[in-house]
């Protein structure tokens, strides 16, 4: 499974009109991709990092599955009438593929917080980094902050390049243990093995604005 992740940057202000736009086209995806089986799609918007920014999301079974759906929504007379009020909204984007190591069942619904921590891995320790933030899952799960746990590598841009994303339904349980968590002696001893494998890392904050399923997730 792969993630491609479209990031826009909406011109400013215009953020909430862009994103209604798109949630037009999103509603007719199952009629405009009648055959493809599991492709999802998520759009996003900032809660942290640039302003006005929105993130769409299409999950699908290979990279070949994505250029199989582009071709249909270029051809699509519906795409091509939206896509003339779409250009008045954006202003720059840029495109990222993602190996999907560990799948998730979906966010829950529009309006849910999304936490996205990126690791930069060693070199050549990007499997003992999926596997290690893999078990981080299951601490954020234990602890009550998060769920839903999703890790990407890349297939595109840098390399070397470990992606968690989680949904959380409280920014500020979520630092209260951001600030405690060095006190668990569980989690102690699994940030000292991160050390190996990990030499940095940022986090990011998204709202889920629309999501639509087409078929059941992997397993």
Known sequence: MVVVRDTFRIRF???DQAVEHFRGLASEYPAIFPSMEGLRFELMTDISGPMFTVYEYSILPS??????SLQALFASARFQEWFKDWKQYVEDG????????KDNAGWSAPGA???RSCFRALEWRVRDAVALISDHGDLLADSGVATRHRVLTDAS??????????ETTDLRAWEE???????????QSWFHRLLTC??????EFYSVAALAPFGPPAA
């Open 13 to 15: 202000g215009k953020i």
């Open 63 to 68: 990279i070949q599955s994505w250029e199989d």
């Open 94 to 101: 840029s495109r990222e593929f993602f190996h999907i190591e």
């Open 113 to 115: 917080v999304i936490v």
């Open 157 to 166: 841009g840098r390399m070397f390049n470990v992606v968690q994303e989680v």
């Open 177 to 187: 243990h951001r600030r405690t968590m060095f006190s668990d002696p569980t989690f």
């Open 198 to 203: 990990v030499s940095g890392g940022t986090h």
